[in-house]
């Protein structure tokens, strides 16, 4: 193989593969993260890139109503929280504070306060159900939890509660600037800034803790991709691309989400931000906010592509679409360059679990390398490894991806067993996906090892449905796929083995799992069979169910 070319313990420069060790190494430049040693929290160090004077543009828009929040606005009103949070509240650092709320001016504010107070911000979803909170406050462990008025009542009745809006949450807000500022806090980059919540490889949701420094290296692996495409068009005689106004329909407790914003912030650029998706109202705020990325997941490009409504927007201010959440398929790639021609497609590839993005395309060149995930993000390392024999595999060859950097998590919190099974003890994070390398460093993502579907970006695990359906009288056995869909990328299909005598029906089954779930995790699709297949061990053949179910098609279900 020609990108093997490399002599016995170097590193190719074309792969990062060293064939000596059978670990691929980042080729991207890696810049320099502030000393490990140094006491800081990841807000003290997004505020320190900012530029004096501060950016003259908003740092936030609420994309629904066109209010703005300029930085100095947006900093004071950080800091004046901050003080509250710190003298009225009482908040220490390692403080765990939930956040459930949809995706509002006040929420970076909020999530920013806590962290530059060594506070841990807790973000979760305002679509969950009581018992889905009750478990997340069983991980957690959060003193306090900060909730919009509709979701509020859905919280253990033990959590002390402050609602979003509230004349409690505005003294909190103005408290800050009457009183004095926090102390100084020496809050090590080891320590946990937020702790999100992912299925991570099955069953239930778990408690992600993500560290400070696991936050700052990521806003450095932003701000060298953004080194290396404005060198890239300086090089070619072009103007570097503008601050960015990214256009964040993404909900702020998802690991995508919550790093746009961050990333956002610390490069002095403006996040316009959507309560809730919704398609037109997004090409209206594109148009209207003259927004230039739009990160997204799969379907966006699909709906995209096939909207009247986008051809009559102006969308001419998009410059970059980020894809992230779910692989993008080489042919839809392909359909919407040549409907949106003007538009690069930057695809990336991240988990909770890695902090948010482990590799990405880069520029115009790389960008066009459809159906990859890009190059691995500075600092980082992995290896491909045969989920059979444990052996580290060559490109070109496909096995588990592994990666290790400074973006790896903690742990799950409270679940020591999960941790263990998930990062070794030489800090390899095992992915649960069937990935290879190219011979040019690009990584591909084949399937999924992990069980996971992937329904419009969310994470919905089987597991947890399976559950919930044998927990049915009516019920004897059952087992939840990922059925393809070209809007949800995937939705979650049920096979229902009936009890004898039972006459339960599908709309039966997807109300019974509905009253359980968060809406993005309802079975939409339901075949009763007569037996759920099964390895000697007992463990569901799913990748049957799959095939049958499309060998089936949707007249037949």
């Not at 890239?232 to 601050?243: C, D, K, L, Q, Y």
């Not at 691995?376 to 991806?401: C, F, M, N, W, Y």
């Not at 399937?447 to 049915?472: F, M, N, T, W």
């Not at 990922?482 to 997807?510: C, H, K």
Request: proline residues 8%; contains cysteine; charged residues 20%.
């Amino acid at each position: 193989m020609a990108g093997l070319a490399a002599p016995p313990g170097g590193i190719d420069p074309r792969s990062g593969f060293c064939a000596a060790t059978r670990t691929y190494h980042s080729v991207r430049t890696a810049g320099t993260f502030p000393p490990e040693s140094l006491p800081v929290t990841v807000a003290a160090y997004a505020f320190s890139l900012l530029s004096s004077p501060l950016p003259d543009r908003p740092a936030l828009i609420d994309a629904a109503t066109g209010i703005a929040v300029s930085y100095p606005s947006f900093l004071a009103a950080v800091r004046s929280l901050a003080g509250g949070l710190w003298s009225s509240l009482g908040l220490r650092p390692g403080h765990v504070a939930l956040v459930v709320a949809p995706s509002r001016l006040d929420i970076p504010v909020l999530h920013f306060a806590l962290m530059s107070i060594g506070a841990v911000v807790s973000p979760a979803n305002p679509a969950s159900t009581a018992d889905e909170y009750a478990h997340q406050v069983g991980l957690s462990r959060p003193v306090v939890a900060f909730a919009a008025p509709e979701v509020a009542a859905k919280l253990p009745a033990h959590l002390r509660t402050v609602v979003l809006g509230s004349d409690e949450y505005s003294r909190l807000s103005s408290a800050g600037a009457q009183a004095a500022a926090p102390p100084p806090v020496a809050v090590k980059q080891s320590d946990t800034a937020a702790v999100l919540y992912s299925s991570g490889t099955t069953g239930r949701v778990k408690a992600v803790a993500i560290t400070h420094r696991n936050l700052i290296a990521l806003i450095c692996a932003h701000a060298e991709n953004h080194e290396k495409v404005t060198a890239e068009a300086t090089e070619a005689g072009e103007e570097p691309p503008p601050p960015a106004v990214t256009l964040l329909p993404l909900p702020l407790f998802h690991v995508f989400g919550f790093m746009m914003v961050l990333r956002s912030v610390s490069m002095g650029e403006t996040a316009v931000l959507m309560e809730r998706f919704d398609f037109g109202a997004a090409l209206r705020a594109i148009e209207r906010y003259r927004v230039t990325l739009l990160p997204a997941a799969p379907p966006l490009l699909v709906a995209m592509i096939k909207s009247e409504e986008a051809r009559r927007r102006d969308l001419s201010s998009l410059l970059v679409i980020g894809v992230g959440g779910a692989p993008l398929g080489r042919q839809v790639a392909e359909r919407f360059a040549a409907v949106f021609p003007d538009v690069q497609i930057v695809q990336g590839y991240g988990l909770t679990e890695s902090s948010g993005s482990v590799a990405s395309t880069v520029g115009p060149e790389e960008s066009l390398a459809y159906g990859s995930v890009g190059k691995l993000a500075s600092h980082l390392q992995a290896k491909i490894v045969d989920p059979a024999t444990g052996e580290a595999l060559r490109p070109g060859q496909r096995g588990e991806l592994w990666i290790r950097g400074p973006v790896v998590m903690k742990g799950y919190v409270g679940d020591d067993k999960a941790t263990a099974e998930t990062v070794d003890s030489e800090g390899w994070l095992k992915t649960g996906d069937l990935c290879y390398f190219n011979e040019d460093g690009f990584l591909y993502i084949v399937d999924r090892l992990k069980e996971l579907i992937k329904y419009k970006g969310y994470q919905v695990p089987p597991a947890e449905l399976e559950r919930i359906l044998q927990s049915h009288p009516g019920i004897a056995d059952a087992a939840v796929i990922p059925y393809p869909d070209e809007d949800a990328g995937q939705v979650p299909m049920a096979f229902i083995v009936r009890q004898p005598g039972s006459n339960l029906t599908a709309q039966q089954v997807m109300d019974y799992v509905g009253k359980h779930v968060a809406p993005y995790k309802k079975v939409r699709r339901v075949a009763f069979v007569t037996a759920i297949p099964k390895s000697a061990a007992g463990k569901i053949l799913r990748r049957e169910l799959v095939q049958q179910a499309v060998s089936m098609g949707a007249s037949k279900l």
